[in-house]
């Protein structure tokens, strides 16, 4: 049952309406709310409710006809302070709706959003007070005065993972080289590659030097003995 979704700790309960069905709202949700045996008043707007009850707001799209967005969202939050009131049931149809701010305004002050997609499938998402979200989607039969639903398990679908070749991992190829390839890597000469040829006869490394004219050298066996000491 519907009713066990969304009766209890949501304080703002808000339908959105994708389908078209804003004309049944107050007997959908007078059923829901029945079957929990709840008692409700239906609520013009005002923010006076002297009395311990659920209220059910008349349909945004009335409202929107009376008061601006302003007024509609400020008396909501009253309504959300009053501790006479234990649940708030809103109905918004984006058909009829003209103001583009009403759904994802009402969305953002709501605890717990039931938008109905289609005839038979809708989304209820919750929002706990530690900032947790939680989406889940149902079949329904609301359109036949029904509240019962029906979770649709969506099933996790394991991608498969490929074999990982890491000779093809890298930005250059290395290995499984063509013949045509290996021949090309061979002759591949790089600028900074030194190129010795095979006849070429080895030659010893010779340190040569040559003085210059002003260079003093020590002709005699002790060079340190032009050295005066005190």
Do not use: C
């Not at 959908?28 to 005002?46: F, K, P, V």
């Not at 659920?54 to 009253?78: G, H, M, P």
């Not at 600028?191 to 070429?200: D, H």
């Not at 040569?208 to 260079?215: C, E, L, R």
């Amino acid at each position: 049952m519907i009713s066990t979704q969304i009766i209890g700790n949501y304080k703002f309960v808000l339908f959105v309406d994708d389908v078209g069905i804003e004309r049944n709202s107050v007997k959908i949700l007078d059923n829901i709310l029945r079957e929990a045996n709840l008692l409700y008043e239906i609520n013009d707007g005002s923010v006076t409710v002297l009395k311990q009850t659920n209220v059910i707001l008349e349909a945004i799209s009335r409202l929107e006809l009376e008061y601006n967005e302003k007024d509609i969202f400020t008396n909501i939050q009253k309504l959300k302070l009053n501790e006479n009131v234990s649940q708030i049931f809103a109905w918004i149809s984006s058909n009829n709706v003209h103001s583009k701010i009403l759904i994802p305004f009402l969305e953002h002050m709501s605890e717990l959003i039931v938008t109905i997609k289609s005839n038979n499938q809708l989304s209820i998402l919750s929002k706990s007070k530690s900032g947790n979200v939680k989406l889940k989607e149902y079949h329904h039969e609301l359109m036949n005065n029904k509240t019962m639903i029906k979770e649709i398990k969506i099933e996790k679908v394991q991608e498969q993972k490929e074999d990982v070749n890491v000779d093809n991992i890298g930005t250059f190829k290395i290995g499984q080289f063509t013949a045509e390839e290996l021949e090309a890597k061979r002759n591949l000469k790089l600028p900074f590659e030194k190129i010795n040829s095979i006849n070429q006869e080895k030659k010893e490394a010779k340190i040569i030097y040559t003085p210059d004219n002003v260079d003093d050298f020590d002709e005699e066996d002790d060079p340190d003995n032009d050295l005066q000491f005190i």
